[in-house]
């Protein structure tokens, strides 16, 4: 792995703060030999603090050689937890010319050849598969309802804090970059399993979620719903300054990245209105892109669940289909609702939103 500067990340989440993006990004990239007047090198900051920057504008450009800690615990110290009997999580691999990537699958008791719906995973920054399992719980869904679960797995060698590159223009076109090897992942799992047709979905959280809002746009045809858990929209960023602005601020997808269809994307987002890493202006950016030009009615339902208040915007078209879902968290930080302390960026607080993604998914027409 390629040896990176010490970085001083205080001083560059204060210059984000104020608005100083380009000298915070030449901090971020060693280029500052001294701290911004006034600050001391290595000053520790407070819980919130702790928070942003320990997901780092979520892993644009952590060069530091430290992991902070990281709300609901570190993913470093989670440990895989025991599969149900006769079901199995497999470690494999896939290449393509963009280059090539692990990833995990998990195959439920029940499957014995007979066609099944295949759920897509994209891990944040710092998580791995076995950790994104953990917090999500979704294998256990996976295992009661009968599905395919895969986990592709972010490599230190393409981002130091194993994030997704999200905001790297190359990675937001079809058949390029990342988006290539995601692809690649999931087409490869329906060769070698027996895959419902048009039962190909993928959701992820934070970076994974920006990830997922990209195989939405640029591969309609492949996935039948996206699930974007904290994460912003496809375009919404085409390098390091735009990615910190579209963090901090919200930002809309640049032209051309509109998702292009006279139909909706189908589908589910979760946002907590107090993510002080992904901020929740990214939430109407996301749903935005996924109707397209699609002309939809919307309904506004409030509610409650494990003591968190939600407001749920159901959006249907013009036969009642209910096509896109806004879930917005009321208290909520940056973290997977309803999800397991078993894994990290995980609120057990909530509605549960693997159950409810799975749901949404699954009431698309295959």
Not at 173 to 187: F, H, K, M, P, V
Request: with cysteine; hydrophobic share 40%; proline share 6%.
């Amino acid at each position: 792995m390629n040896k990176f500067p010490a970085i001083d990340m205080a001083g560059a989440l204060r210059l984000t703060r104020q608005g100083r993006l380009k000298e915070a990004v030449a901090l971020l990239r060693g280029k500052m030999a001294a701290p911004p007047p006034g600050e001391k090198p290595g000053e520790k900051l407070g819980a919130s603090g702790l928070q942003f920057v320990d997901h780092v504008f979520d892993g644009l450009a952590l060069h530091a050689g430290r992991i902070l800690k990281v709300p609901f615990g570190p993913a470093e110290d989670k440990q895989p937890e025991l599969e149900p009997q006769g079901s199995r999580f497999e470690t494999r691999s896939f290449a393509n010319a963009a280059g090539s990537r692990n990833y995990k699958l998990f195959i439920p008791s029940s499957y014995s050849g007979q066609a099944m719906r295949l759920v897509v995973m994209l891990h944040g920054c710092t998580q791995s598969p076995d950790d994104f399992a953990a917090g999500t719980r979704m294998n256990d869904l996976a295992e009661a309802q009968g599905f395919l679960a895969a986990y592709p797995e972010q490599s230190r060698s393409a981002n130091v804090t194993k994030c997704w590159n999200w905001f790297n223009a190359a990675n937001q076109r079809r058949d390029q970059g990342e988006a290539s090897l995601i692809a690649g992942i999931t087409r490869q799992v329906m060769v070698d399993f027996n895959v419902l047709p048009g039962g190909v979905y993928v959701a992820g959280l934070s970076a994974g979620g920006a990830a997922a809002a990209i195989m939405g746009s640029e591969y309609p045809e492949l996935y039948a719903a996206i699930g974007v858990h904290s994460g912003l929209a496809c375009g919404a960023a085409a390098d390091l300054p735009s990615a910190m602005n579209a963090m901090k601020n919200g930002a809309p997808p640049k032209a051309g990245k509109s998702n292009g269809l006279a139909q909706a994307i189908p589908a589910i987002v979760f946002h907590g209105d107090r993510d002080n890493m992904v901020n929740v202006a990214n939430e109407k950016q996301v749903v935005q892109q996924a109707k397209g030009g699609a002309e939809l009615r919307a309904e506004v339902r409030k509610g409650e669940a494990a003591g968190m208040r939600y407001t749920r915007t159901v959006f249907t078209d013009s036969s009642g289909r209910d096509v896109l879902e806004e879930w917005l968290l009321h208290g909520a930080g940056h973290a997977w609702s309803g999800g397991s302390k078993a894994g990290s960026f995980a609120d057990p607080h909530g509605p549960d939103a693997s159950c409810e993604m799975v749901r949404f998914f699954f009431s698309q027409p295959a």
